[in-house]
């Protein structure tokens, strides 16, 4: 299966980014301070003002092998929560495999995984009269493989996605949380009305 993302959430805009720097003078919006929004939103991050851009935030739903999911955990200011094979039998074998590999290494790679999702649950069925099921699901999960995809529900503010953008859409990154971060920024640039159009653009995109 392919990583996916969807968008499940968000709040704020540009107005509401503009709003919260106004804070500091008066947040009175007339027509002509609404027209100076972009210029603010570029200026106040080209000079580095960035707590504004807090008070905006997106949240997806990533379903991601879990070298790609160990990527997203490393980004401490977002909020994070995912599907735990400690609490549950991964019953469905969702797994990823690398597009740009060859037939004979995909094939590989989809053998030895099939392989290790067998054991994971034959190891489960096994230990479970012996270790009871709560231990056995927990320490059976060793089977399971990087490529091995589950769902994670991830929430970031404007700023702190700014930051993930700016090294996960990088050609330094791993190229699958590469393509998770272009998802990220292409679901974000087209919700409805464009919310957050002028951040977006202060960001170079
Ligand atoms: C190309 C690449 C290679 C990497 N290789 C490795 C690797 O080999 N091993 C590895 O462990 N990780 C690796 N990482 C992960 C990297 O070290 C960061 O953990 C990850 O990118 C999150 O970045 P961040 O800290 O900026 O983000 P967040 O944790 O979301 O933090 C956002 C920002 O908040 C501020 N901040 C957060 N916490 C603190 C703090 N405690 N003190 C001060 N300021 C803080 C910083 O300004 C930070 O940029 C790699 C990342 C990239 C992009």
Same mark, same amino acid.
């Given at each position: 299966m392919k990583n996916s993302v969807e968008l499940i959430g968000h709040y704020g805009s540009d107005q509401i980014i503009a709003c919260s720097a106004w804070t500091s003078t008066s947040r009175e919006l007339t027509e002509e301070k609404k027209s100076r929004i972009p210029k603010l939103i570029q200026m106040l991050w080209s000079d580095g003002?960035? @707590?504004? +851009?807090?008070?905006g935030s997106v949240h997806f739903l990533v379903n991601c092998d879990i070298a790609s999911h160990i990527h997203l955990l490393k980004h401490r200011i977002s909020s994070l929560n995912a599907e735990s094979a400690r609490y549950k039998?991964?019953?469905?074998?969702k797994f990823y495999l690398p597009e740009d590999w060859n037939a004979k290494w995909i094939n590989r790679l989809e053998i030895h995984t099939c392989r290790a999702d067998f054991l994971y649950h034959l190891c489960l069925e096994e230990l479970t009269p012996i270790l009871g099921r709560k231990r056995a699901k927990e320490s059976a999960r060793? +089977?399971? @493989?990087?490529?091995s995809q589950i769902q994670s529900d991830i929430m970031f503010n404007m700023r702190s996605f700014a930051n993930f953008l700016k090294l996960r859409d990088s050609d330094h990154a791993q190229k699958e949380i590469q393509d998770i971060a272009r998802q990220m920024i292409d679901l974000v640039k087209n919700i409805e009305g464009n919310p957050f159009e002028h951040t977006i653009k202060a960001w170079g995109y």
């Open positions: 003002h960035e @707590t504004p +851009f807090e008070k039998e991964l019953k469905d074998d060793y +089977f399971k @493989t990087y490529n």
